[in-house]
């Protein structure tokens, strides 16, 4: 195929779809802003990690760089809650055998743009995008140079350029929210060579209207992020000095505290970060398509904003090769079909903060997950826990929504009950029964 294609955005989702669409046949061309990622000492120094799940999995193995970067992940198996007075408590994300990964960005990163390399994909970095003609399929950077395409893959991020010339044309819908919390990365070393805390878990210090989470990384330190407040009590705004930080994680984290002696440190010298979530529609124009953040930018608390990313490449390259590669069907059909999906997984994202943040530690939030547990175990094929269909799982992710909402639904009915005598045959029945209507 000669069709000459160029990506805006070297990232995550950007250079997996160039690994992908060179290895069709295609001349792919990628567009950086910053510098070299593996020249760069910012990028070399910053331990950052994401999870990483099944439908950020599947579009890696099809695109043939799983196995470079499977040595290098760290299986979670579950939740590993802290309460205040250090007391720890495990929850099984899935069935026996299911678990996520965490995954160090950079070191992903880079794997993704040597594959594109290798793969034969051009890949020009320190190319800010500035500009794009909608009509002669034209990208205009920074530096002068200009660029004419085929097809125009806008993988440029939360903030995109591609994005931002779209809301320039008529009949572009785009809406953007900040959540009140922000969020801070720590990092927890090594202690005597080893793991600070316990290695195959996700840790999270759950509290109410924050929360503390960690993940492993290779080097054997832990990444810490807390979601906090940017005002109010408490908040970022209240911690100024180096004795109030103290003292908070005195109070709220105080076993994380002590596996961080540098923490007052860490915390004035580490930025503090906004979580926003971005809706557009449609995501495409002309010969030009936006996919991963820079359509949907979503808040972390699923551990999906990559993952939904990457599926959308797949989904993007199913559908084109179906659709015998014609990109002015292809990218109206695209945008229509997987726009409610984005939506459905921005929704959950949200939810999830408040279950991660305030549930998770609750008692009839624990009978829910039992009463949960139990009815998979009856009916394993017919009832998957939301939390499975949206990791483990290639169901649609508003259909997840639905389903779980349905879930939610009847457990409620079961709770709130007087009967003591559970009938799980009942419950499988009214859950089938709503499934049908809705
Ligand atoms: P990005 O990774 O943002 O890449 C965009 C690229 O485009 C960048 O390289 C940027 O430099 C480049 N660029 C930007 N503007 C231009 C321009 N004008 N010209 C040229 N290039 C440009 N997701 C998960 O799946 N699991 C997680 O556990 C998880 N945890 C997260 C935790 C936090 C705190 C945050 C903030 C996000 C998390 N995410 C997670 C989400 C994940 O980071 C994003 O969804 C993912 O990085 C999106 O990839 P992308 O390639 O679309 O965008």
Sequence with gaps: MKDKISIVGAGLVGSLIAVMLKKKGFSVQVFEKREDPRNSLVAQGRSINLALSHRGIQPLKLAGVYDTIAPFLIPMNGRMMHDQSGALTYQSYGKEGQFINSVSRAQLNELLINSAEESGVEVYFNHKCTDIDFEKNNISFENGVSVESDLIIGTDGAF????????????????????????????????????????????????????????PNNDKTFTCTLFF????SPSFAQLS??????????????????????????FFENPTSSLITTKCEPWNKGRSILLGDAAHAIVPFYGQGMNSGFEDVRLFIEMSEKMNWDWDSILPSYSQQRKKDADAI?????????EMRDHVGDPIFLKRKKLE???????????????????????????????????KQVMDEVLQSETEEIDYNKIIERFNALKKVG
Excluded: C
């Excluded at 921005?346 to 408040?354: C, G, H, R, W, Y």
């Excluded at 175990?377 to 169901?395: A, C, G, H, K």
């Design 373 to 407: 547990a139990k009815i998979q175990e009856q009916f394993p094929n017919e009832w998957i826990p939301l939390y499975s269909m949206v990791t483990f799982s290639d169901i649609p992710y508003s259909e997840a929504l639905r389903l779980g909402k349905i879930q």
């Design 241 to 266: 000095s180096k004795t109030e930080v103290d003292s908070f994680f005195d109070q709220f984290f105080a076993d994380a505290k002590a596996l961080i002696p540098d923490l007052s440190d860490q």
């Design 346 to 354: 921005s929704e959950l994202a949200l939810m999830n903060f408040i």
């Design 160 to 215: 995109s350029a591609l994005r931002k010339k779209l809301q320039f044309t008529d009949r572009f819908n785009f809406s953007q929210h900040y959540i009140e919390h922000g969020y801070k990365e720590l990092s927890i070393k090594p202690i005597n060579g080893e793991f600070g805390l316990e290695q195959n878990y996700l840790h999270i210090w759950p509290r109410g209207n924050f929360m503390l989470i960690a993940l």
């Design 229 to 232: 407040p940017f005002e109010g």
